[in-house]
């Protein structure tokens, strides 16, 4: 599957925070997340692994009891199980793959999974 940029699509996850899934395929789904500073992501967790690329900004993100400041450029991976949250210290954008596919992460606004056949792979 191949997905050109669109700049709709996005939907509003938390207050200050917008996600956009991008493409996804049988075992794994690619979101873009926008961030606006003092936005903040509750503790939480979930079974999916989680692996992260922050584009632009600066978060301050937990995962368990360490927490780590990032900036442009860094990386993250968080274990499924794993309590973790952020908080945005600049306006960010932070490019995330999830393992296994998300299906809440599947909506119709992104077009994406219109494109998928009936077992949810790209096609």
Not at 57 to 81: A, K, Q, T, Y
Request: proline share 3%; with cysteine; aromatic share 8%.
């Amino acid at each position: 599957m191949f997905e050109k940029y669109r700049n709709d699509g996005y939907s509003q996850a938390l207050e200050g925070i917008e996600q956009k899934t991008l493409v996804h395929g049988e075992n794994t789904l690619m979101v873009e997340f926008r961030l606006q500073k003092g936005a903040t992501l509750p503790l939480h967790s979930h079974p999916h692994e989680q692996t992260g690329y922050l584009v632009n900004g600066h978060i301050r993100l937990i995962m368990g009891s360490d927490v780590h400041e990032v900036f442009r450029g860094d990386s993250w991976c968080i274990p499924g199980g794993m309590l973790h949250g952020a908080e945005s210290i600049a306006d960010s954008v932070a490019i995330e793959v999830f393992s296994p596919v998300r299906e809440d992460y599947l909506t119709a606004t992104t077009g994406v999974a219109a494109r998928t056949n009936e077992k949810g792979v790209c096609r």
